[in-house]
């Protein structure tokens, strides 16, 4: 037990020096990472916190460290062949219990409903509000150049977000546009044959949704006219069908979020 204070005083003195050593001569600003790296590792320190709450509705509620006054070991032991039901419903048997495990759900809830509806709109009114702010600059002919001129242009750009067939890769447009396109063909071969139960479905009804499937094709083959045009294929390849469009920007992909990062 002696011989154990001089070897914690110079670990002591030795872990000083180092860490001193380390903070001065190690850890210092690089000039090749930027505040990304900061930013990515403050997002990971909710699924620590996540870890923590998890693992409190076992550690607060082992009844070997808080022991209620009718505890016995075989309250917290598990038997043999015990089902898990069992098993978790003899651990959370009182309030105590419960209440670590309603907490964790109670902030999960919370967690889930602020990432699915509450920073969503955040975001949406932002950008809209960054577009706006861009647009103003625009109007004023403020002279800009360089990488400001890009960030204006991006922010001004069209966005698309509220539409999914814009952000699909070329591949999974063209199964969607074959899909679309036979879906129609069908559809409307039955309704020019008539061969459908008029009791179920009436005449007008199914013009209606024939028109839909119809205008469900056009939207696709806008989608594609709007990426052939940013490769500028599309005065070359006007005439073309749609399914060599789709052959051309398929060898072209890479060129499409090149020239717009919100296609």
Known sequence: MPLMYPLGIIFFILNFYVEKLLFCRFYRKTFEFDESLPFHAVKLMKWAVFIHMLMNCFMFTDKRLMV?????????????????DRFFARRYDDLHSRSVVY??????????????CIQPCCN???????RKR???????KIESSGRDKDAVAEMIAED???????ELNIKFLR??????????????????AISYDQEKLSDADANTFKKRLKQRVRHVEDTIDVHLNLIGGLETFMDRTYMYKLAVLEENEEKIPMKDKKS
């Not at 698309?160 to 814009?166: E, L, M, T, Y």
Request: glycine residues 2%; charged residues 25%.
């Open 160 to 166: 698309f977000s509220d539409d999914i067939v814009k």
């Open 175 to 192: 199964t969607l546009y074959i899909r679309c396109h036979k879906e129609y063909e069908l559809f409307r071969t039955m309704v020019n």
């Open 68 to 84: 209620p006054k009718d505890y016995t070991t075989e309250m917290h032991y598990r038997p043999l062949l015990e089902a898990p």
């Open 134 to 140: 861009a647009l103003n600059f625009q109007d004023k």
């Open 124 to 130: 949406l009114c932002k950008k809209c509000g960054e």
């Open 103 to 116: 907490v964790f759900l109670g902030v999960v809830v919370l967690y889930l409903f602020y990432r699915t």
